[in-house]
């Protein structure tokens, strides 16, 4: 505090020496101003900004011409631009003003700066009459004082560069930015300093020589987050496909395109940037990535189904022929109508075989054959017509699917009675004329069927197997057939 009514003694006593109507050029300035080359005068020096901690006690610093003042933080610093205030008494407990001196209350408003329109708080002036120094500081001794100097246009004063005399008779700066008489380019922007003014290039821009250049703001920090765009003066953000700037208009935060705008047929899967489709199980993407086109699965593989593969809409079915029920889904299984339904006869016998059934007659004996409990068709020794014919015919049914395998062995026929000291002998007696059937003994009282070649149904074979029994000493010769009906299904299954 001391500091700053020191400075301010010592402007006022500067002042006061000085002739108002002489000019005159300083290579040196007092305590409080520093020289500026640029406007060749003396110019202020802010002493609350580079003087550390410049008021204590909780004081404010207000920088004032030459000097600086620490006032309370309560105290007013009220922005005038009309006549200077009539200074009041000083308040209770503000310290008292001596020659020369302003001294700072927070309650009275006395203390006038014209150049600049500051109007600080202050007790009292002493002195006798105004004076106006380079920092155009007006000091009044008394609003009431006979001797003041009245405001008067005639009265001309001696003014600093950049300055000229108000109505007041006071210096104020001039404003050359609004006035027109500064010299900035037209790429630049005038700003108007007190007793001067300064060009300056616009945002975003920068001096290069006389001109001003565009900075290019993407090649310093802060860098965009993904990509930059400069612009004449300025510059943007921009984001990589499948981001979006953040609310900071930097960061890039990725975009969820399932949520979004799903453009995903069936399954849509968010990855950083980007998002990738799926189809369900049956389906496979198209060319476009974003549809599902059906899977034939039927096309891929003759062996899904055992009988017919039926493509759908993302999966197959497979479909087996009439006689026939799907097992297991894909493999075809022989219905046994004889056990469901069937339109046999009473008098019939219902015969299943692969893929159908089929009737015959419960007692296929015919004249002069009879039929026996063991379902045998004997012929009666005592019936003349029986002594060229086998004693007794057997019927039996057998099925075998359509192009088995050969040779495979189909049916075995073995005797049912044995008589000593006899021979039997095996062979195909008719209903093998295009040789598909080879029958081969494999013991004195039995042979197998063999079949040789390769059958396709729906078709029905009637092979009779015939056994001759003759007597080791050529005494007794009879014969027994087997009447086989073989039915083959009109599939390999």
Not at 192 to 207: E, H, I, V
Not at 219 to 224: A, E, K, S
């Amino acid at each position: 505090m001391l500091k700053a009514l020191f400075l301010t003694m010592l402007t006022l006593a500067l002042v006061k020496s000085q002739d108002t109507e002489e000019t005159i050029t300083y290579t040196q300035c007092t305590d409080g101003y520093e020289w500026d080359p640029v406007r060749q005068q003396c110019k202020d020096i802010d002493e609350c900004d580079i003087v550390p901690d410049a008021c204590k006690g909780g004081m404010k610093c207000v920088n004032h011409y030459g000097g600086y003042l620490c006032l309370p933080k309560t105290a007013q610093i009220i922005v005038n631009n009309e006549q200077p205030q009539q200074e009041t008494q000083p308040a209770e407990g503000t310290s008292g003003a001596t020659t020369g001196v302003v001294a700072a209350s927070s309650m009275a408003t006395s203390g006038v700066l014209p150049g600049g329109g500051f109007v600080a708080s202050a007790a009292a002036v002493a002195g006798p009459e105004m004076q106006t120094g380079r920092n155009n500081f007006v000091i009044r001794r008394n609003p009431a004082d006979p001797q003041r100097i009245p405001s008067n246009p005639s009265h001309r004063i001696q003014c600093a560069a950049g300055y000229e005399q108000s109505e007041h008779n006071v210096c104020q700066d001039i404003d050359e930015c609004t006035a027109g008489t500064h010299n900035c380019r037209a790429d630049q922007v005038c700003i108007n300093l007190r007793g001067s003014f300064a060009c300056q290039c616009p945002p975003g821009y920068q001096k290069r020589g006389e001109q001003c250049v565009d900075i290019d703001e993407c090649t310093i920090p802060p860098y965009c987050h993904q990509r930059c765009v400069n612009t004449p003066g300025s510059f943007y953000c921009q984001c990589s496909p499948g981001f979006q700037l953040a609310a900071n208009n930097y960061t890039c935060v990725d975009i969820n395109e399932c949520d979004a705008s799903n453009q995903c047929a069936q399954q849509c899967y968010n990855i950083l940037g980007s998002f990738i489709c799926q189809c369900n199980q049956g389906y496979e993407l198209s060319s476009d990535r974003l549809n599902c086109e059906d899977i034939d699965e039927c096309r891929t593989s003759s062996y899904l189904c055992q009988y017919q593969c039926v493509n759908e809409p993302g999966k197959f079915s497979c479909m087996c022929p009439q006689g026939y029920q799907v097992v297991r889904s894909r493999t075809c299984q022989d219905i046994n109508e004889c056990e469901t339904t069937n339109e046999c006869r009473e008098d019939e016998m219902c015969w299943n075989y692969h893929g159908g059934f089929r009737c015959y007659p419960r007692n296929p004996c015919q004249d002069p054959y009879i039929l026996t409990p063991e379902n045998r068709c004997v012929c009666p020794v005592s019936n003349a017509m029986c002594r060229e014919l086998p004693q007794s015919i057997v019927y039996k049914y057998m099925s075998i699917r359509s192009d088995r395998s050969v040779p495979s062995d189909i049916f075995q026929i073995q005797a049912t009675t044995v008589y000593a000291n006899t021979i039997n002998t095996f062979r195909i007696k008719s209903g093998n004329e295009n040789g598909e059937f080879y029958l081969r003994q494999t013991s004195p009282v039995s042979a197998m069927l063999v079949l040789v070649k390769s059958l396709s149904g729906p078709r029905e074979h009637i092979v009779d197997l015939e056994m001759l029994t003759v007597s080791s000493i050529g005494t007794f010769r009879t014969s027994s057939v087997l009447r086989l009906t073989i039915i083959v299904g009109p599939f390999s299954f």
